[in-house]
């Protein structure tokens, strides 16, 4: 289940970093954002069982789905372009 979710949001990630070129795109803070925003996301896709995995990946492929993931991903990359863990 983590793993479904983090590959979409590494990708929206890569996508989002590419439109704003201006946020710091290090190891450091690309981390600290994939890890916030699926500390935010996850209470959307819990369940465990096979049945939970298989609606969780036909999700992930909705449009919707993957907008209001941008959206938590786009706030991650703001919080952590405004508190990084680095000068
Ligand atoms: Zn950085």
Do not use: F, W
Request: glycine content about 6%; charged content about 25%; proline content about 3%.
């Amino acid at each position: 289940m983590k793993n479904l979710l983090e590959g979409t949001v590494v990708a929206l990630y890569d996508e989002l970093r590419a439109q704003n070129p201006e946020l710091c795109g290090c190891d450091n803070c690309r981390t600290d954002v994939v890890a916030y925003a699926l500390n935010a996301a996850r209470p959307r896709y819990s369940g465990g069982t096979d049945v939970g995995q298989a609606l969780i990946s036909v999700d992930l492929q909705r449009d919707q789905t993957r907008a209001a993931l941008a959206v938590i991903v786009m706030d991650a990359m703001k919080r952590v372009a405004v508190n990084p863990r680095h000068k």
